[in-house]
C-alpha cells in the first residue's frame, strides 16, 4: 500500500517535535497493510539497533519492541527455556508467511492490540512487563495484561513509544499449556488460551501458582491465578466472573457465544493439562 499522504520519513535517532499526523514505523506490515489517511510523518524505528533479545543479570528477558517474530522464534529455540515451546506455538498462531514474520514486529503487535494479536496472548500469559516512554523523556512501566484495554486501543498516549517487555526469569522456567481455535483452517484465532505453572528456579519438579490468560475470545487479555489447585466447578465459575458481558469479541471470525463456549472449553482442558503436571 502506497501512503500517499506522508509527506516525511524521519530516523527515529534524532529527536524532534511529536506532532498531529506522526507514527512510529517499525516492521511496516500494518500500517502498510490498508490505507492511513491520517499520517503526515513516520518515524522509522529501524536504525535504532536495540538488541532483539538481552537477558539481564536476574535471568529475565528483555525483548525490544523492534525484535521480529522471526528473531523471537529463533532466540526462544536456541534458549531452550522451558516455556520455549510456547514462543513457537505463539509465533505459529500468526499464520503468516515467512516474510511477514522477518518484517512484523513484537512490539507493532502488542500496539495494534487486536484480540487475535498473538504476542499480546504470549507477553501476557508469561507477565510481561511494558517499558514506555514519553516524548520528554519520562518512563513508565505496564503489564501487559493491563496495556491493551479493547479491541485496537491500549494505554499508550501521543507520542509514546513502546521501546521493550520483559519477561521474568520464573516465567520462563514454568510449564506452560496452549490451546488455539479458529473457525477456518488458516483463520484468524477466535479464543486462544495459556495456562503458566510456575516452577522453582533450581529446576525441581514444576509447583505453584496455577495462571490462565484468555485472549482472542475477548476484547482485552484476561488473567486468573489460582495460588491452588482449582477443581473444574472452580475453573468455569472463575472464568464466568471475570469475563464481563460484552466482553467477549464479536466479529466474522466468531460469535460471543462461540467464543465464551471454547473458552470454557479450553480452560477446563489446560486445567486437567498442567494439573497433571503439578502432581508429577
Known sequence: MDLNTVLEVRDARSRGVWRSGDAWLGGGTYLFSEPQPQLRRLIDLSRTGWPPLRVTAEGDLEIAATCTIAQLSRGAEEAGWASAPLFEQCCRAFLASWKIWNMATVGGNLCNSLPAGPMISLMAALDGRCRLLSQSGAV??????????????????????????TLPA????????????SLYGLGRSGALLIGVLDAPLGGQAPCGTLTLTITASTVRPIQLRFPVPPNARAMREAVENA??????????????????????????????????????
Open 243 to 280: 469475563v464481563e458481558p460484552g466482553e467477549y469479541f464479536d466479529d466474522i471470525h466468531g460469535l460471543p457465544s462461540w467464543r465464551r463456549h471454547m473458552t470454557l472449553r479450553y480452560a477446563e482442558e489446560i486445567r486437567g493439562e498442567l494439573g497433571k503436571e503439578r502432581d508429577r
Open 140 to 165: 513508565r512501566e505496564v503489564p501487559v495484561a493491563d496495556f491493551v484495554t479493547g479491541a485496537g486501543r491500549n494505554v499508550l498516549r501521543p507520542g509514546e513509544l513502546l521501546r521493550a517487555v
Open 170 to 181: 520464573r516465567a520462563l522456567a514454568a510449564r506452560t499449556a496452549f490451546r488455539q481455535a
